[in-house]
Every structure is written in C-alpha cells, then in structure tokens.
C-alpha cells in the first residue's frame, strides 16, 4: 500500500493540471488580498477574504480529479496495478487520499497568497484565532468532501472527457442549488413597508409586514441541514461569514463543530459507495 500510494502521489506531483491550478489559486488569493489592501489607506482587515476560495473548491475537484484518475483508465494504468496484485480497496483509497491531498493543497495556495501580501501590508485579523482555525479545519474538510465525490465519479467512469463534463456539471449544479438555498434561508421574516415620506424623501410613517419569502417550519429545517450537509454550503456560508469589519455571524462560531461532522459523513458515504461499485466494475 505504500508503494502505491507513494507512486500515486509523485505521479500527481507530474501532473502539470495540478501546477496549474496551484499556481492559479495562489494568484487568486494575492489578487484578493491586493485588492482588499488597494481599498484601505493603512493596515486593513483580510478577514474578508480568506475563505472567497472554497465555493471555487468543486470546480477545482472536478478538473483535476477527472483528468488524474481519468488519464490511469486512457493510459491502463489501473489495469497494471490490478495485475501486480494490488486490491481495488487499495487502488480507489491510494486515488482518494492523493486526490485529497492535492485539493487541500490547491486550497492552501490561496491561503498562501493571502498571507504573503498581507504580511508584506500590514494586513491582520479581526476575527478571533480560534474561530478562524476552525473554519479553516472545515475549509480543508470541504475541499476532502469535494474530492471524495469527485474520486468516486472519475473511479466509476472509464472514459476520461466525459468524466469532465459530468463532475463540471455536478460542481456547477451544488455551487447553483447552494447558493439559492442560501439566498432563501437569508431572506428576514420581516420587512420595511414605507407608508408615506415627507417632501425630502425621508420615511415619515414605516409599518413592519410579513415576508412571503419567508421559510419556516420544517421547510427551513429541512434546507438548512442540506446547507450545511452539501459542501457547497457550507463554503458559500464560509465565503460570507466575514468581512472587513470581522465575523458578520456570530452564530457561525457554533456551527464549525456540526460541519465537521457532515463533512465526515459525506466523505465516509461517498469512499464506502464507491468502494463497493469499484469493486463490481468490469475493468478491460
């Protein structure tokens, strides 16, 4: 198992996708950071911007995963480690972790970026260390949960270009549903009806009115456990926790705890499915 995991790895590391797409996400948070900077005239706050990369984490799994795993299916690769005597439960975890490793180090390039232009101008944190080191454990356990859905598609899926198409689509479809689903939990059971303003514009007479966009009752339970259970959630609820005035929730020092538990769950069902479907699969 070490062996295959080590030549899996330093295969990956010869990937120029994953340099690529490294390099990419660098200059994403160097970009972000310059221009949080660019808008303050001393130190500023980066808080804002250290999690903007995790909503992109899908796309960024299912680019690189369906072109590794594809090209070991175009190149026989798989083939030749079944034949060498290799299990598939070592040939889909030795994929899985490799997989996970370059997602969370793409990741930590952006997280790179940040850190280098913030140091260099006078950059700091608003937000309390501990909070910010768990949203950042559950960043890293969202780029894992990508990669596991993104692993078992490329591992059940033989034919490389339309593993690309199919993970681009399931990336796009969560990053879509997600932030729908955000933008309707977010919506105020309340809102402002200005009944009359005096000659200078100003609302002399306000009345507050029920929201028809409102969801409650169970509907909102509903929704806000697929929030949190889609790692696509929670990166949209991790981009707009923070701003340049700090945490914007408060309520979000609590819910680190609950995501790490979905983002172990998904990963677990995702690596047992598929698994169990790549031990079935017919390999010519």
């Given at each position: ?208 009115l029920p929201n028809p966009l409102y969801i ?69």
């Amino acid at each position: 198992m070490n062996r295959l995991f080590a030549s899996t790895f330093f295969r990956m590391l010869k990937k120029i996708v994953f340099w690529i797409l490294l390099i990419c996400m660098f200059a994403y948070g160097v970009y972000s950071a310059s221009n949080v900077a660019s808008e303050a005239s001393a130190g500023f706050a980066i808080d804002g911007c250290v999690f903007e990369f995790a909503p992109f984490m899908g796309l960024v799994a299912a680019v690189f995963i369906s072109l590794f795993v594809g090209s070991e299916y175009s190149d026989g690769t798989i083939r030749n480690k079944l034949v060498v005597g290799h299990s598939r439960m070592q040939i889909y975890l030795a994929n899985l972790i490799v997989c996970s490793i370059a997602c969370v180090l793409i990741s930590l390039a952006y997280a790179a970026g940040i850190i280098m232009v913030g140091s260099s101008k006078g950059g700091e944190l608003l937000t309390e260390t501990s909070i910010v080191s768990m949203c950042l454990i559950c960043s890293v356990l969202v780029s894992i949960a990508f990669a596991s859905i993104m692993t078992m598609l490329a591992m059940l899926n033989t034919n490389k270009a339309g593993n690309v198409v199919v993970s681009m689509i399931l990336a796009l479809v969560l990053l879509v549903s997600s932030s729908y689903i955000y933008q309707r939990l977010g919506e105020p059971e309340m809102y402002d009806n200005y009944v009359s303003v005096n000659e200078v514009g100003v609302p002399t007479q306000v009345e507050q009115l029920p929201n028809p966009l409102y969801i409650d009752g169970t509907s909102r339970t509903v929704l806000e456990v697929v929030n949190d259970l889609f790692p696509s959630g929670q990166a949209m609820q991790l981009a707009d926790a923070f701003d340049s005035e700090g945490i914007t929730n408060k309520g979000i020092e609590n819910d680190p705890y609950q995501w790490i538990g979905y983002s172990l769950l998904v990963i677990l069902l995702t690596s047992g499915m598929g698994i169990a479907l790549f031990r079935k699969k017919e390999i010519r």
